[in-house]
């Protein structure tokens, strides 16, 4: 891509010539991150006492997922800048001048507001309340304010994903309860060891785009105390969902076998001297999360 093409791609020139397909819209939306967030949505609805119609329920999942690419969509038009000098992040559609900025913006707003409306309408408000609280956190207070200002960004910004348990949840209930809380308080304190393991391999990138992610601000060994700190604090919190009744033998065995590998993985990150342990613990860590509520679905779903 030439420099003339980045620099109307960033600026959002309606004299270039968009060349955007239905695959660039569908990129907008972080599909990879967004199938993640929709599991843990569904997990929460899964979980939650009581019971919804099959149809609402997957009206509440599909507007989990819409306002989840949505937000996705709305971070990319404003990290349009900084994305261009990642190396992970300059193949996006705004960067590469497929998509006109404005357009992905409308469409992040159009689809937020859709899906918040239809969540209530539908299904109740309070679950679009929370819905809508999700996407303003990830907009406004991560994506806006935290991100480019502080190395917390990924600890206090990490509530915008810890939401979607709860708003299924929510979706079921109409209330947010102790189960809905501690769902939540499990995908938050996993994101700072799930972020910072990508962070610490992918530094370079961050620091020539002046974000101050934690491996950049306070280097990288204090980024791998952190991380053993935050899998240490997971492993009882994730055996909490059996203590309350929503995490059968089953999960317990697994949470258990889970979290002690998730630790193991931050010592070996911790006495590493490259990135493969790193880039190791990114991977599993999304296979933990993932499997902690693939088991409370299916324990649910067999009853």
Known sequence: ???????????????????????????????RVM??????????????????????AAVAVLCIAVAAGAAGAINMWYDRDIDALMERTRNRPIVRGRVNPDEALSFGIVLSIG????????????????????????????????????????????????????????????????????????????????FWALALFRSGDYQKAGVPMLPVVAGAEETKRQMLVYTLLLLPLALAPVALGIGGPVYLLTAALLGALFVLCALRVLRSRDDKPAKQMFGFSILYLFLLFAVLIGEHLAV
């Open 1 to 31: 891509m030439t420099d003339a093409t980045l620099n109307t791609a960033l600026t959002g020139d309606t004299a270039t010539v968009w060349d955007a397909t239905v695959r660039d819209y569908v990129a907008l939306l972080k599909p």
């Open 35 to 56: 199938s993640l967030v929709v599991f843990s949505g569904l997990a929460g609805l899964v979980v939650a006492p009581g019971h919804l119609h099959p149809v609402l």
């Open 115 to 194: 899906a918040v409306l239809l969540m209530g309408l539908a299904v109740n408000w309070v679950a679009a309340g929370l819905l809508a609280l999700a996407n303003g956190f990830y907009v406004f207070i991560y994506t806006m304010w935290l991100k480019r200002r502080t190395p917390q960004n990924i600890v206090i910004g990490g509530a915008a994903g810890a939401f979607p348990p709860m708003i299924g949840w929510a979706a079921v209930t109409g209330d947010v309860s102790l189960g809905s809380i501690v769902l939540f308080a499990l995908i938050f304190f996993w994101t700072p060891p799930h």
